[in-house]
């Protein structure tokens, strides 16, 4: 008859003990509470959004940075006439 109850006590002590150590491992909140944003504002498809935008940007200013190093963005101001000397 003691040894069925120390038995029990033991095999109660063990489960609460897994309980506890179960819920300390885990803890009570979700493991992650915003899961889809990866800084302080934004979610990746608009970080991705930012990126290619920024790309595209950068890609037409270096177009235009082109036409003026080949001096093509505006007309020529020579004449299309001789000029006497």
Same mark, same amino acid.
């Given at each position: #008859?003691? @040894?069925?109850?120390?038995?029990?006590? %033991?095999?109660?002590?063990?489960? @609460? !003990?897994? @309980?506890? &150590? *179960? +819920? $300390?491992?885990? $803890?009570?909140? /979700?493991?992650?509470?915003? /899961?889809?944003?990866?800084? &302080?504002?934004?979610?990746?498809?608009? @970080?991705?959004?930012?990126?290619? %935008? !920024? #790309?595209?940007?950068? +890609?037409? +200013? *270096?177009?235009?940075? &082109? $036409? =003026? *190093?080949?001096?093509?963005?505006? /007309? !020529? =101001? *020579?004449?299309?006439?001789? #000029?006497?000397?």
């Amino acid at each position: #008859m003691q @040894i069925r109850r120390s038995v029990k006590s %033991v095999s109660t002590l063990a489960s @609460i !003990s897994a @309980i506890a &150590l *179960l +819920a $300390g491992v885990t $803890g009570c909140a /979700p493991a992650n509470p915003s /899961p889809g944003v990866h800084n &302080l504002s934004q979610m990746s498809h608009e @970080i991705n959004n930012d990126v290619i %935008v !920024s #790309m595209d940007t950068n +890609a037409r +200013a *270096l177009s235009n940075d &082109l $036409g =003026r *190093l080949w001096m093509t963005d505006r /007309p !020529s =101001r *020579l004449t299309f006439e001789t #000029m006497p000397h």
